[in-house]
Structure formats: structure tokens, C-alpha cells
């Protein structure tokens, strides 16, 4: 990770911490609070070119919700339209956890966690930094930032953070986050106002979502500023630093979203996937630089190489040749060896009449025999290829109801080319969303 620097907003402050890597260890090496009115001085005197955000985005979209258990290349897909038909958002970006597979009604389900937030706030949080010349290498909402310290040994813990104005009480299972809740506080620090939340959001999990917490968390501030004189039906311990983080115990504290930036990873990267390309395109430029400098560095050398080869095998070239080649005996040669293959030019003409491409009707007769069940033909074509084969191309659409059915009905007749020996898949498209299928194949 190198030197890194991690900026969390938090209401009307920002909080920075400093941390860089020594012997496999991460340790903060320095801290700082401003204000925020204060960030764009900070910016343009800060050395650093590049930056971890996190943020508590409020009013973000969080919802429990079930998808059919369809394969992996087709789950994204059908996440992204289910968060797209239930987000009150026009334009966002989201991340979201795969839990428990179930099975509901005699179907197979997996229950989904999704956050969203609007592009139009992450824009402009990374813009603020683009003006000033500096770059965001990734935005971590804050409770998914502080879970990624919680571990995937706590396998149901309720964590307590500091969320603004109020709390933030998020449910961790197993390393992921199941469940978020935002709560109105009177107070700072943990008051027995916060102890009722808190036990509700216990009861909650256990009712509603069938998860027993073994334990809660406080983090951050609210593990040194504990006033609650009421207890809880769940233990209540204090988040401590994971194993590989040296830091000073009150920074820990008082920067403890910050310092959990630490150990985001890109599955909790919220900003806008067309910035992530663009960092990847950035990155892949520059990455491609350096190839072709140490290309050319190596073209140069292997030019050394062969010219210096070139120079000997000049040398040896212009030396008087011993004794003059006898072509009489070359062409003689040639001339008897032609006299065999002519011969055998009869056979090798049935052989390519025997190499031809296949005549049409026949690959219409294997194209019958596919498992077409629920799927429509829009459009068949058939062209010669090259080497002699026919070059097939299906365009259709899929009737079936429900994701899980078309991916079936779709997988049922891709299955089918590889069950006949005839036809071999070259290229093949699902649009799940569409129910739209392209598939190109060849027959022999």
C-alpha cells in the first residue's frame, strides 16, 4: 500500500490520518482534524497526489431483498436491474453482499444486500479534490469502511458508530454488512436513550431477520464516552484494532473511520464505475509507457546483437567460395521428385472436392434437432467460411417467465450444439434484461 492518506467526513469536520507500510505492518504515522470549510487550503498545501475518501451519505438507499440463485456470470445483471426497479434514483452508483441461499416456495433464492448513492453527491465529492489537482483512488461509506475491521471470524455483530447528528447501527455477518439503521440520538456519546435503540435493533435482527448478535461494538469516539447506566441483552464491547495495525489507541478513537479506510477493499468502492474505468484507463497508459520504454531498451540491445552477428556473417559470406555448386545434379533432383508427385495429383483433386463446405440443407437439418424449447428465432443465417465450414448466426428471444426460467430455457439450448457432434459454439450473447440471445457457431 506504501505512504497513504485517508480523509473522512464527518459532518462539519474532516478527520485525515497518515499511514504507511513497514515489515507487513500498516502504522498511522500522523492525524489531523480540520474544518470543512477548511479542505481546499488543506489540499493545495498537502504534498500527497492521491487520497482514500470515506463518508457517512446520508439518505443512501439499503435494502434486504432476494434474487433467484441463477449462475454467476448472470447474477451482477440481475442485481443491478433489481436495485434499479426498487432505488427511488434516477442515476446512482451501488455495492452490494450476496448471503443465505434459500429455497422459497420450491425456488432457489439468495438473499441480497444493496447500497446506493446518488453520482450527483459522489461527483461532487471527487470533484473537490480533481480541482485541486489531487486524485481519489476510492470512496468507502463509512459503516462498510469500519466493518472491514470487524473480520469475517465475528460471524453476527452489531456494530455502533458515530453517524453525524446521530448513530449509525449496522449488523456485520460473517465480514459483510446485512443491515444498516440510522437512529436520532439527544446526546453525544452512548446514553440510555442509545441503549433503547440499540436493544430494539437487537430484537429486530433476531425477529426479522433470524440473527442472533453475539456481541455489540462501539466504535470510535463512542468507546471512550460510554454514560449509558442501563445494560443490554447482547454483550457490549470495544471495536479494537485488527492484527497488522499499529496505531495509538486515542487516534484509534478519534479517527476510527479513517483509520478503517485502511482496509477497504474494492468491493466497498462506491464511486461511479465510469471513474473507476477512467482511473483503469489511466493506470493501463501508464503501465503501457513503461512496456514500450523497456521494449525499445531491449529492441536496442537485440539490434546490437544481431548486428554484430550480420557483421561475422559478412565476413565469412565475402571469403572465396572453395568449390562451385554443381546445379546440374540440383535440377536433376528436382525433376524426379516432381515425376512422383504427379502421380498422386488425381487423388489429391477428389480430396478437395471431398473438403468443400457442407452442403446447407444439412446444417438446417441439425439446427431442427437443437433443444429449442422456449426459445424464438428472429433471424438465421448462413454463410461459407473459409477452411470449409459453414458459419452459422441465431438471433432470437427468450418466452420464458422470470429470469431463473429464461437463463434455463438459454442454457438448456446452448447445451444442445455441444451434445451434436456437427456444430461448435464461436460466439454467443444473453441480454438477460431484453431476453435477447445472439449465437454464432460452425458446422462440419
Given at each position: 500500500?506504501?505512504?497513504?492518506?485517508?480523509?473522512?467526513?464527518?459532518?462539519?469536520?474532516?478527520?485525515?490520518?497518515?499511514?504507511?507500510?513497514?515489515?507487513?505492518?500498516?502504522?498511522?504515522?500522523?492525524?489531523?482534524?480540520?474544518?470543512?470549510?477548511?479542505?481546499?487550503?488543506?489540499?493545495?498545501?498537502?504534498?500527497?497526489?492521491?487520497?482514500?475518501?470515506?463518508?457517512?451519505?446520508?439518505?443512501?438507499?439499503?435494502?434486504?431483498?432476494?434474487?433467484?440463485?441463477?449462475?454467476?456470470?448472470?447474477?451482477?445483471?440481475?442485481?443491478?436491474?433489481?436495485?434499479?426497479?426498487?432505488?427511488?434514483?434516477?442515476?446512482?452508483?451501488?455495492?452490494?453482499?450476496?448471503?443465505?441461499?434459500?429455497?422459497?416456495?420450491?425456488?432457489?433464492?439468495?438473499?441480497?444486500?444493496?447500497?446506493?448513492?446518488?453520482?450527483?453527491?459522489?461527483?461532487?465529492?471527487?470533484?473537490?479534490?480533481?480541482?485541486?489537482?489531487?486524485?481519489?483512488?476510492?470512496?468507502?461509506?463509512?459503516?462498510?469502511?469500519?466493518?472491514?475491521?470487524?473480520?469475517?471470524?465475528?460471524?453476527?455483530?452489531?456494530?455502533?458508530?458515530?453517524?453525524?447528528?446521530?448513530?449509525?447501527?449496522?449488523?456485520?455477518?460473517?465480514?459483510?454488512?446485512v443491515f444498516v439503521r440510522e437512529a436520532g440520538t439527544l446526546d453525544a456519546g452512548v446514553t440510555d436513550f442509545?441503549?433503547?435503540?440499540?436493544?430494539?435493533?437487537?430484537?429486530?435482527?433476531?425477529?426479522?431477520?433470524?440473527?442472533?448478535?453475539?456481541?455489540?461494538?462501539?466504535?470510535?469516539?463512542?468507546?471512550?464516552?460510554?454514560?449509558?447506566?442501563?445494560?443490554?441483552?447482547?454483550?457490549?464491547?470495544?471495536?479494537?484494532?485488527?492484527?497488522?495495525?499499529?496505531?495509538?489507541?486515542?487516534?484509534?478513537?478519534?479517527?476510527?473511520?479513517?483509520?478503517?479506510?485502511?482496509?477497504?477493499?474494492?468491493?466497498?468502492?462506491?464511486?461511479?464505475?465510469?471513474?473507476?474505468?477512467?482511473?483503469?484507463?489511466?493506470?493501463?497508459?501508464?503501465?503501457?509507457?513503461?512496456?514500450?520504454?523497456?521494449?525499445?531498451?531491449?529492441?536496442?540491445?537485440?539490434?546490437?546483437?544481431?548486428?554484430?552477428?550480420?557483421?561475422?556473417?559478412?565476413?565469412?559470406?565475402?571469403?572465396?567460395?572453395?568449390?562451385?555448386?554443381?546445379?546440374?545434379?540440383?535440377?536433376?533432383?528436382?525433376?524426379?521428385?516432381?515425376?512422383?508427385?504427379?502421380?498422386?495429383?488425381?487423388?489429391?483433386?477428389?480430396?478437395?472436392?471431398?473438403?468443400?463446405?457442407?452442403?446447407?440443407?444439412?446444417?438446417?437439418?441439425?439446427?431442427?434437432?437443437?433443444?429449442?424449447?422456449?426459445?424464438?428465432?428472429?433471424?438465421?443465417?448462413?454463410?461459407?467460411?473459409?477452411?470449409?465450414?459453414?458459419?452459422?448466426?441465431?438471433?432470437?428471444?427468450?418466452?420464458?417467465?422470470?429470469?431463473?426460467?429464461?437463463?434455463?430455457?438459454?442454457?438448456?439450448?446452448?447445451?444442445?450444439?455441444?451434445?451434436?457432434?456437427?456444430?461448435?459454439?464461436?460466439?454467443?450473447?444473453?441480454?438477460?434484461?431484453?431476453?435477447?440471445?445472439?449465437?454464432?457457431?460452425?458446422?462440419?
Open positions: 500500500m506504501g505512504n497513504t492518506v485517508a480523509v473522512s467526513f464527518e459532518g462539519s469536520n474532516i478527520k485525515v490520518v497518515y499511514a504507511s507500510v513497514t515489515g507487513g505492518e500498516t502504522g498511522v504515522t500522523d492525524a489531523l482534524t480540520l474544518d470543512e470549510s477548511r479542505l481546499d487550503y488543506f489540499l493545495d498545501k498537502e504534498k500527497a497526489r492521491e487520497f482514500i475518501v470515506v463518508k457517512n451519505f446520508a439518505g443512501a438507499y439499503q435494502e434486504l431483498f432476494q434474487v433467484p440463485a441463477a449462475k454467476k456470470k448472470y447474477l451482477s445483471k440481475i442485481i443491478g436491474i433489481e436495485i434499479s426497479k426498487r432505488c427511488q434514483f434516477k442515476d446512482f452508483s451501488s455495492i452490494h453482499f450476496l448471503l443465505d441461499k434459500k429455497t422459497v416456495e420450491n425456488r432457489k433464492v439468495i438473499d441480497v444486500f444493496a447500497f446506493a448513492v446518488r453520482n450527483e453527491e459522489l461527483t461532487e465529492l471527487i470533484n473537490r479534490f480533481a480541482s485541486r489537482g489531487k486524485k481519489v483512488s476510492a470512496v468507502y461509506p463509512d459503516f462498510f469502511s469500519i466493518a472491514s475491521m470487524v473480520g469475517p471470524s465475528a460471524k453476527n455483530a452489531l456494530c455502533v458508530a458515530q453517524a453525524g447528528a446521530g448513530k449509525g447501527l449496522f449488523l456485520v455477518k460473517e465480514g459483510k454488512v442509545d441503549m433503547q435503540n440499540i436493544e430494539m435493533t437487537v430484537n429486530y435482527c433476531r425477529q426479522t431477520l433470524r440473527v442472533n448478535p453475539f456481541a455489540v461494538f462501539l466504535t470510535g469516539s463512542l468507546s471512550n464516552d460510554y454514560r449509558a447506566t442501563t445494560g443490554a441483552s447482547v454483550p457490549i464491547a470495544c471495536l479494537m484494532p485488527p492484527a497488522g495495525l499499529r496505531v495509538d489507541r486515542k487516534i484509534f478513537q478519534e479517527y476510527g473511520a479513517a483509520v478503517s479506510a485502511l482496509f477497504g477493499k474494492s468491493s466497498i468502492d462506491i464511486s461511479p464505475r465510469e471513474y473507476r474505468e477512467e482511473k483503469f484507463l489511466t493506470w493501463l497508459l501508464g503501465y503501457s509507457t513503461a512496456a514500450l520504454l523497456l521494449l525499445t531498451i531491449l529492441a536496442g540491445a537485440y539490434t546490437g546483437i544481431v548486428l554484430k552477428g550480420a557483421l561475422a556473417a559478412k565476413k565469412e559470406y565475402t571469403k572465396p567460395a572453395e568449390r562451385p555448386a554443381d546445379l546440374s545434379t540440383v535440377v536433376e533432383s528436382y525433376e524426379r521428385e516432381r515425376a512422383k508427385i504427379e502421380k498422386y495429383r488425381p487423388l489429391l483433386k477428389v480430396l478437395d472436392a471431398k473438403s468443400a463446405n457442407p452442403p446447407v440443407h444439412s446444417l438446417l437439418a441439425s439446427v431442427t434437432q437443437l433443444k429449442l424449447g422456449q426459445i424464438r428465432f428472429d433471424s438465421i443465417s448462413v454463410v461459407p467460411a473459409a477452411d470449409g465450414a459453414l458459419s452459422l448466426k441465431v438471433e432470437g428471444t427468450v418466452d420464458g417467465d422470470g429470469w431463473a426460467a429464461a437463463e434455463a430455457a438459454y442454457e438448456k439450448f446452448t447445451g444442445s450444439f455441444s451434445e451434436r457432434g456437427d456444430l461448435k459454439i464461436t460466439k454467443e450473447a444473453f441480454d438477460l434484461k431484453e431476453k435477447r440471445i445472439l449465437v454464432e457457431a460452425e458446422y462440419r
